[in-house]
């Protein structure tokens, strides 16, 4: 199995340097990861700066074949799978991200952008995140994912479908098992706050708080509240299909 | 009508200033727009610094309530409903794009994402773009738009949908008509292009053509190309149902 990993957290993260000490000891491991932290760019692409890939060594392993990019997730995996790697990659995986991508999140996410990116080029794709900040530990994460990665291989996944994962910010041994979700709804509340600077100027800091619209059990939001790993299967296909036929009946006016 | 304009060309483009002066015949408009150009940002927010609504004059009504924000499309959607503006609006139109958003490109584009972030905010959206770039005649474009915008809210659309409309860059009397269109699926090929620096250190460029994968009379690829406006209405929910079941039966390993 060969595997690109990637994430949002930029190539120096614990949690890519721990999903690739699991992987490698199931796969031939490739990173290519932004030189530097890329959180909420959702599916951004580089199109008017020049990117750079750079060799660097991982401290976890100083041999394995890793490149630093100056671009987004998404602009990892492409430049991995066009230019970098000597061949296609079997299936990207991206992360362990710090923190979680749940419900309408996956909109914002790097993580998760850089899995849809794979899956657009052809390659299978899960993107690992913990729901957890300081302190965590991504070796259970880590290890999921690599299990995951090799089912995936194994049973394959429809057309245009990728696997996202968020695993709880618990000990091993306190994760309730796996739960397949669909994602939740979410928005926030309260979304900005309002200061004036030294100079007198107002200027606006993004806060809020997650509020889930949904109320299911079988959502990735209910999942993690119940101790346990989610896995929800999404593709890119944006069309509301019922939509099309009630607006097949409006009148257009040109 | 209460409409609020944003765009990822930025608030001084002439597809935004084309849109205002339709809008304005049937709506009370308010402009709240990147500071500059941010095209193929996807659905990126700024979390990391702070934002900044600075209240501009717009060339072709000094008396518009516009604001230029330093941030992205989806940013100013939420800036502006839930800090700005005096009321929630009764929609928001995102463009008019220069350039095409169609297939698989809207996962990359900030005219859409803008529109996306509204209807997550409970507004309903319309993003609209032009196939079309230099030299491009924006006003049939702005035209449709604001026609459109008047029958979406007589008419209403699902929960969470919003419509992505691509307009053929046309002479109005050229025009076909208008087209119901599903996104069709494309891809790039060929997409680096690798140069050495004058130190001769490597970097790449993305370049690359559009290729449509799906090869049917419905997508919004196909409407262009036979000279019509394409209408599809999308949704966010990136939860691939069918495949649910299929996984409910994997053996997941922890």
Not at 13 to 40: F, H, N, T
Not at 160 to 166: D, K, S, W
Request: with cysteine.
């Amino acid at each position: 199995m060969r595997v690109l990993l990637t994430n949002d957290d930029g190539i120096y993260a614990d949690g890519i340097q721990e999903l690739s000490k699991a992987m490698q000891k199931v796969a031939s491991v490739y990173i290519v990861a932004p030189d530097r932290e890329r959180s909420a760019v959702g599916h951004a692409i580089t199109m008017h700066h020049p990117l750079r890939a750079e060799r660097v060594k991982l401290f976890h392993n100083p041999n394995l074949p890793a490149w630093a990019v100056n671009g987004t997730p998404s602009d990892c995996v492409k430049l991995a799978v066009e230019a970098i790697l000597p061949e296609k990659p079997d299936i990207v995986v991206s992360g362990v991200n710090r923190g979680s991508n749940l419900g309408t999140d996956v909109l914002y996410s790097g993580t998760v952008s850089a899995a849809i990116e794979a899956v657009i080029s052809g390659v299978p794709s899960i993107a690992v995140s913990l729901t957890a900040g300081e302190n965590a530990d991504f070796s259970p994460a880590a290890e999921f994912a690599a299990k995951l990665a090799a089912t995936v291989l194994k049973n394959g996944l429809p057309q245009g479908t990728l696997l996202n994962v968020n695993v709880p910010g618990l000990p091993r041994n306190e994760i309730e098992g796996v739960a397949v979700t669909r994602l939740g709804m979410t928005r926030y509340n309260n979304e900005f706050e309002q200061r004036v600077d030294p100079r007198g100027r107002s200027y606006y800091w993004m806060v809020g708080e997650v509020v889930e619209i949904t109320n299911c059990s079988d959502t990735d939001l209910s999942a993690i509240r119940c101790n346990k790993i989610s896995v929800s299967p999404i593709h890119f296909d944006f069309t509301n299909y019922q939509a099309m036929d009630s607006l097949k009946e409006w009148n257009f006016d040109m």
